[in-house]
């Protein structure tokens, strides 16, 4: 099991590459093309719309397959967008090889949270989560620092081609060490889709696209924001991504840790935190120190949401999970388009670079909202015990098999 768990953790560790590197390419990869900041941002509108599309389109095709070969095709997918992107000779192509590297984005994460989590106790499945997303975050602290490291000094071309190679080995490792997992009896797109008429799984995910929306809406300009506002220099860009890898990776232990316990008021917690900091970020990217310290703040606040949320749509829709879960995978990269191009958009008006603060914290406030409301409409929902009570005795002795 826990070898699985790092073969999931080594993809996860590609993707989360690709998805977030592009923030401190981003300038290098304008000038090259002759576009502004703004239309640059498209690259990360782009990829997350290529998260929703894939997200559902290619779980409900890998319907009939194994699920380990599944991620297998779709870690090639990812190998191929990558290549695509390092090899791209306009804006154009660069931007078509985004968005077939993030075809494969939504079902790898949703297949693989369905997979980390039947590979354990129902009373972990949040903790087995979190750790296939560890590869995600130590991404954030290792392969974007370096991918951003080596677009500034070699050229944006070659990270993607190091991307590239890290989805390579990425496919390797599911192919010697996740095992092969037959397709579970009754994994009919009918069934699967009757889990989206529960109202609780829909507002998870609206909750998923304004929550972690915040954190895309400031981070996604991260790289502008620090050089031309807070005064840092384009290489400390590098490790201003590290702080904010390393939020993530605490963040992601917090919402592992305590969603198996007490899920919502984490995400009370974690929700009012992000839209707070994300608001004072815009006076503290005034200051080099208050900056770094909001950012990994951001980090680490935003991505305490995704065990819990994730989480809650696996058991929201019990029975019938995977569409589910990567639905809500490509609900966070819906999140990130929506929020990036707001923020480029209010850029664009000319409110500056610290304006996609406020864009966030207004997004993470309205998720916490969300939460309140999913919250309410729980308690409010009646309890199904007194009917399933409500057998006769000689019915009673049957149910006891459930407990061993």
């Known amino acids: 099991m826990p070898l699985a768990l790092l073969a999931l953790a080594v993809g996860a560790f590609g993707i989360g590459t690709t998805e977030f590197v592009i923030m401190g390419l981003l300038p290098g990869i304008a000038a090259d093309y002759g576009v502004s900041i703004p239309t640059a941002g498209l690259l990360v509108t782009g990829y997350a ?38 090899l791209a000779p306009s804006f154009g192509m660069m931007l078509t ?8 984005h939504g079902s790898f994460f949703g297949i693989g949270s369905v997979v980390a989590a039947d590979l354990v106790a129902p009373d972990k ?24 490291f080596i677009g500034q000094a070699v050229g944006w071309r070659t990270t993607f081609a190091v991307v590239a190679a890290l989805g390579v080995v990425g496919l390797l490792g599911i192919a010697r060490l996740v095992p092969a997992m037959p397709r579970p009896e ?14 609780q799984v829909l507002l998870a995910m609206a909750m998923t696209v304004l929550g972690f929306g915040g954190v895309f809406a400031a981070i996604t300009y991260i790289a502008p924001m620090m050089t031309e506002v807070a005064g840092y220099s384009e290489g400390a860009v590098t490790w201003l991504l590290v ?37 004072l970020l815009t006076v503290a990217a005034h200051s ?43 609900a966070f990269n819906l999140g990130n388009a929506l929020a990036a191009w707001l923020g480029g958009v209010v850029i664009a008006a000319g409110f500056g670079y610290t304006a996609p603060n406020w864009v966030g914290a207004v997004l993470a ?24 009570a409500a057998v006769t005795p000689a019915a009673a002795p049957a149910r006891t098999p459930v407990h061993h």
Request: charged share 10%; no cysteine; glycine share 12%.
């Open 243 to 279: 702080l904010f890898g390393i939020g993530m990776f605490l963040g992601n232990l917090l919402g592992g840790r305590f969603a198996d316990r007490a899920l919502m008021p984490l995400l009370y917690v974690t929700l009012s935190g992000l839209a707070i900091v994300l608001a």
């Open 365 to 388: 406030a309205a998720a916490l909202g969300l939460a309140f409301w999913s919250a309410a409409l729980e308690r409010r929902a009646p309890a199904p015990a007194p009917a399933e």
């Open 49 to 86: 719309l290529g998260v929703v599309v894939g997200a559902p389109l290619l779980t409900v095709l890998g319907n009939k397959v194994s699920r380990k070969r599944m991620l297998m095709v779709l870690m090639g997918l990812f190998v191929a967008g990558n290549l695509l992107s390092a």
């Open 288 to 330: 080099k120190i208050l900056a770094a310290v909001a950012i990994l703040l951001v980090g680490a606040l935003g991505f305490a949401t995704v065990p819990p949320l994730q989480k809650r749509v696996l058991d929201q829709a019990h029975g019938a999970p995977t569409l589910a879960s990567a639905v809500n995978i490509g």
């Open 97 to 104: 090889g985004r968005i077939i590297a993030s075809l494969a």
């Open 125 to 148: 499945k949040a903790g087995a989560i979190a750790t296939m997303f560890t590869g995600l975050t130590v991404a954030n602290i290792v392969g974007v620092p370096l991918g951003t």
């Open 186 to 199: 009754g994994a009919r797109l009918g069934r699967e889709l009757k889990a989206f008429r529960n109202p």
